[in-house]
Structures are given as structure tokens and as C-alpha cells.
């Protein structure tokens, strides 16, 4: 059987519009970083376990891993890199990761930030359960999670307080 032939995609990332030809087997990971060369996004499992991969397609939390660049044609997708609010500034929970250690190793922070990020988004002062449940399909090898949830409680109490 004959290879698929490669296909156009015309893929929002981060507020641009990015155009390629690609493989139809490309994974979105595959596309982003290798393509775009964005490569805050991690590859961990390549089975949609960990959640190192994860982006929002359309605002929503996916994992990259496992779908591919064709099917987010016509879509937007945001990366870790994307969630800032200019280039060179860091968005209240990258700052709260910082200020509160919620990294160690660094390999799961694109993920978990992709994860806080939409949390807060739909809820923009959750409580520790609903940080835990949203930062659940993330794995963390070194934090034991506590961190991370110190970290979007700050960055929600301090969205709170500057009005």
C-alpha cells in the first residue's frame, strides 16, 4: 500500500496562522516541534498518559500526543508559549509557578501550566479540589503536586486583589 499523500493544513498556533504540508501521520507534538519548532511542548509517553504534551485546541486542554496535525486544521491551538500575555512577560500562573517552586525538573510544567491555565480560564478563583482534579491527568515525578496547587491559589488570590 502506497504511502497517503502529504496534505495542507492551515493551523492557528498562538494567535498566528502557521500553513505546511505535512504527513498525514504527523502527530500535532510532531508538528509543533519539529515543524514550528516549538518546543516548549514535551513529548513524555507518546500514549496520552502523562500529559507533558498537552495543549488547548480551541481553548480546551488535549493531548498533542495523541492526534494529528490534520485533524487540528482550521483549529487554534495554544502552546506553553502562547500563554503568555507579550513575548518576554509571564502569565500570573508561569510567575506563581516561579514564585511558589512548582517545578523541579522542568518536564511536566508545560503540561501542568496548559492544565492551570485552563482551569483558570473557567474558573478563575478554583479551590484546591478543582486544581487537583484539572492537574490530574498530569504526572509530576518530583513536586508531589503541592506546589502546583499553592501556585494557581496564589496566582488567583493575586488576580483578586489587583481588581
Keep these: 500500500m502506497a504511502n497517503p499523500e502529504p496534505m495542507n493544513v492551515a493551523i492557528t498556533v498562538n494567535g498566528v496562522v502557521r500553513q505546511a504540508r505535512v504527513e498525514p501521520r504527523t502527530t500535532l507534538v510532531d508538528f509543533l516541534r519539529d515543524t514550528l519548532k516549538l518546543t516548549g511542548t514535551h513529548i513524555g509517553c507518546e500514549h496520552g498518559v502523562c500529559g507533558a504534551c498537552s495543549v488547548l485546541l480551541d481553548g480546551l486542554p488535549v493531548r498533542s500526543c495523541c492526534m494529528f496535525a490534520v485533524q487540528a486544521d482550521g483549529l487554534s491551538v495554544t502552546t506553553v508559549e502562547g500563554l503568555a500575555p507579550e513575548r518576554g512577560q509571564l502569565s500570573a500562573i508561569q510567575d506563581?509557578?516561579?514564585?511558589?517552586?512548582?517545578?523541579?525538573?522542568?518536564?511536566?510544567?508545560?503540561?501542568?501550566?496548559?492544565?492551570?491555565?485552563?482551569?483558570?480560564?473557567?474558573?478563575?478563583?478554583?479551590?484546591?479540589?478543582?486544581?487537583?482534579?484539572a492537574i490530574s491527568g498530569n504526572l509530576c515525578r518530583c513536586t508531589g503536586y503541592q506546589q502546583i496547587v499553592d501556585a494557581v491559589l496564589h496566582a488567583t488570590a493575586q488576580e483578586t486583589s489587583h481588581g
Design 96 to 133: 506563581a509557578f516561579c514564585e511558589k517552586h512548582a517545578m523541579q525538573c522542568g518536564y511536566c510544567t508545560p503540561g501542568m501550566l496548559v492544565a492551570c491555565h485552563a482551569l483558570v480560564e473557567r474558573h478563575p478563583h478554583p479551590d484546591e479540589k478543582q486544581i487537583r482534579v
